[in-house]
């Protein structure tokens, strides 16, 4: 018997539902000991989405639910680095731990290419697991992705010529496959276990088997939408009951 092919927006639906089961799946990991550190969650937000108002507002708003529903669970580290859309706003790094912000580690940034290795690692990573060490780290990466698609690059490119967090005020330039391993395998190597516990991506088309190999020593999870992936995200505010 032939059925009715589905809307987009029913497809939509059922791809949202699957990858919030694996979000709810992913959080539900063995915890560490009792006498170790709470969990880190690194959120790494590229908001200068040019070509996509829409997007830079939902980006806004998921930044502004992490730090209110999140960075207040006191069981909780929260970093974050959001570049707001507009030239005359500055990208903002925060460090939340015991549930309140720490004025301390605040940097303010006039402009950062988010789409830069040297910025991921160096003004993000790095800074990050000296800040708020935990037993457990958890990173998201929020923004415009393609998976292994060379996206808006010249005919021909190679599958390392896709992207993620393209930073619209330096020309979309954006993290390659090999760039985004790079910088995870350093950051990495800071940690306890050598991995992270999880990597989740907000971006399209990030659920490829190509970018699946490229981090396959870096992260014991990856979570990420295998297309386009609907309006409503995550589920942010659930990151506020892991312990």
């Known amino acids: 018997m032939l059925l009715p092919l589905a809307s987009q927006a029913a497809i939509d639906m059922i791809r949202l539902g699957i990858l919030a089961f694996a979000f709810v799946l992913a959080l539900s990991l063995p915890a560490h000991a009792a006498d170790e550190a709470p969990w880190t969650l690194l959120f790494y937000i590229s908001g200068e989405t040019g070509h996509s108002r829409e997007l830079a507002e939902e980006l806004k708003a998921t930044h502004e639910t992490i730090v209110r529903e999140c960075a207040a669970n006191e069981r909780i580290n929260v970093v974050t680095l959001y570049d707001p859309l507009g030239s005359g706003s500055p990208a903002v790094f925060q460090v939340f731990t015991q549930g309140r912000p720490r004025p301390d580690l605040r940097r303010e940034y006039r402009e950062l290419n988010m789409g830069a290795e040297w910025t991921l690692l160096n003004e993000f990573l790095r800074p990050c697991l000296s800040a708020a060490p935990s037993g457990k780290h958890a990173l998201f990466i929020l923004g415009h992705g393609s998976g292994w698609w060379p996206a808006r690059r010249p005919a021909g490119a190679s599958p390392d010529a896709g992207y993620l967090a393209a930073d619209a005020s330096h020309g979309d ?25 999880l990597i989740a991506f907000h971006a ?6 190509e970018l699946g190999y490229q981090l396959r020593h870096v992260a014991q999870l990856m979570l990420a939408p295998e297309s386009l992936l609907p309006k409503q995200g995550l589920s942010y505010s659930s990151l506020s009951r892991l312990t």
């Open 173 to 197: 330039d954006g993290l390659t496959p090999s760039e985004l391993r790079d910088a995870l395998a350093a950051a990495a190597s800071l940690l306890p276990s050598g991995k992270f516990d």
């Open 204 to 209: 399209c088309d990030m659920s490829c088997f």
